[in-house]
């Protein structure tokens, strides 16, 4: 009997990591849900937070401009922030149990024109560039995610833990918290009203790494982060939540041994899709505990992922890790990723996945803008030749979607109305304007 030793070593691993899910003393996710008067309503109907001096009917809440969010209150301006005169950038959350909700935002103001751009958590992008007439008002719905860090308890001496494994910087961040926090944004954002309501929709789970994690300060950013601004549309048409659960850093091992794979897997359900991008860490030998072979290992974790996702009846897709931006003097991409791109190209063929090419699109788009213009596609003014700026990130997710728009999968019907994306021909970056988030840091992300 032939023996397949690099799947051997992978189940002794993979045992190990579930074992040692119980004895980590690295920090955790503090995600008891508080007593509130928000927790106290009924999320399975609409409930409506207006803005103006309209008289609340039921289920609908009037929230002063002056009036801030708390553990006691439940919803209310967030992070010091309230709107203003000024146009200044705004937050306001809700306290809220775990699951998808339908957002159904109202823009615009009685006597005021309004340009306004939106994100949600932790900079996940759903509205951009919006703009209203003085006493026009426009709806977009679209679905958020709400996870928290708490696993479901393992029986009596069973491996495994309780709370997913955070790593520090982690602590306290938007997407781990129990609430759901929407910022505003633009040159004059304007909101009438916000109406939540828990829904049973398809999710899209991204795992990854920094290249696809919702990345927490300006000027980073990721395309998954992008990734739900194509699939916000006018009211009703938002049917699909996009669960980003990627983090700088990780690898796929360590995605299994945090438990954040672990946290993936219980929220799963029949009909979800689970996009898996996995690579610029992995190959890394000088990370001994958490590095793959491209031929051998890197394809067993991979085709564990995909097994796990299939035995839940979700949808796997493999996409191949963009390119550094490493161009040599004739000016091309040198291949930074060595047999790893290759690798997932052969297991979504042997495999019959769905395939999106990030590595070879990721070649052309920096190519299209040359080695002088590619910088402004990346963080900390180009010095950072891995990890994207708002404008880089864009055209990944674009890159991402045209690929998920030219596929068989169903998923395709739910992106909103967009021209088609050809990477060669990138948005010039010239003309490309969003809003930037308030909070900002010259921290470096995790990972290169």
């Known amino acids: 009997m032939t023996i397949n030793q690099p799947l051997v070593s992978l189940c002794f691993i993979l045992l190990a990591a579930i074992g040692n899910l119980g004895c980590s003393a690295q920090p955790t996710a503090n995600n008891t849900m508080s007593h509130s008067p928000a927790a106290e309503l009924d999320f399975t109907q609409p409930q409506v937070f207006r803005f103006d001096n309209h008289q609340g009917a039921s289920g609908e809440h009037k929230v002063s401009p002056d009036q801030q969010y708390t553990e006691q209150s439940g919803y209310g301006f967030d992070l010091q922030t309230h709107p203003t005169n000024n146009n200044d950038p705004f937050y306001f959350s809700v306290a809220v149990p775990e699951g998808n909700y339908r957002v159904i935002v109202e823009f615009g103001h009685a006597t005021l024109a309004s340009t306004n751009t939106l994100r949600a958590e932790l900079r996940r992008l759903y509205v951009k560039d919006l703009t209203t007439a003085a006493g026009e008002f426009i709806q977009r719905s679209f679905i958020v995610n709400i996870r928290n860090g708490l696993l479901q308890a393992p029986e009596l001496n069973a491996p495994g833990a309780t709370r997913v494994t955070l790593k520090e910087l982690e602590q306290h961040r938007l997407h781990w918290d129990n609430k759901l926090t929407l910022e505003f944004n633009g040159a004059a954002p304007q909101v009438r009203s916000i109406s939540l309501q828990q829904v049973n929709v398809p999710t899209v789970y991204l795992v990854g790494d920094s ?25 009703f048409k ?52 958490t590095y793959v072979e491209a031929t051998t290992t890197y394809k067993d974790y991979l085709n564990v992922f995909i097994a796990e996702a299939r035995l839940r009846g979700a949808t796997p897709v493999l996409i191949t890790s963009m390119q550094r931006r490493t161009f040599n003097d004739q000016g091309k991409i040198v291949n930074s990723h060595g047999l790893y791109p290759q690798a997932v190209r052969e297991v979504a063929r042997e495999k019959n996945i769905t395939l999106i090419d990030l590595d070879k699109m ?25 990890h994207h700026n708002n404008y880089g990130a864009y055209q990944l997710a674009r890159c991402v979607t045209e690929s998920i728009r030219q596929s068989s999968l169903a998923l395709a019907a739910q992106l909103s109305n967009q021209p088609a994306y050809h990477p060669a ?12 988030s308030p909070q900002a840091s010259s921290l470096r992300p995790d990972g290169n």
Request: proline share 8%; net charge negative; hydrophobic share 40%.
């Open 425 to 436: 021909q990138p948005d010039p970056v010239e003309q490309f304007v969003l809003a930037p």
């Open 362 to 386: 990721s070649v052309k788009l920096y190519e299209a803008l040359g080695v002088n213009k590619a910088p402004l596609a990346f963080n900390d003014n180009g010095k950072d030749a891995t």
């Open 211 to 235: 290249t696809v994690t919702d990345q927490p300060y300006e000027p980073a950013a990721s395309w998954g982060q992008m990734l739900p601004y194509f699939f916000t549309a006018p009211l």
């Open 238 to 289: 938002g049917e699909i939540a996009i669960a980003n659960h990627a983090e700088s850093g990780e690898t796929m091992k360590s995605f299994i041994t945090a438990g954040r794979f672990a946290k993936v897997l219980e929220r799963m359900k029949a009909g979800d899709y689970l996009l898996i991008q996995f690579g610029h860490n992995d190959q890394k030998k000088q990370w001994p505990q």
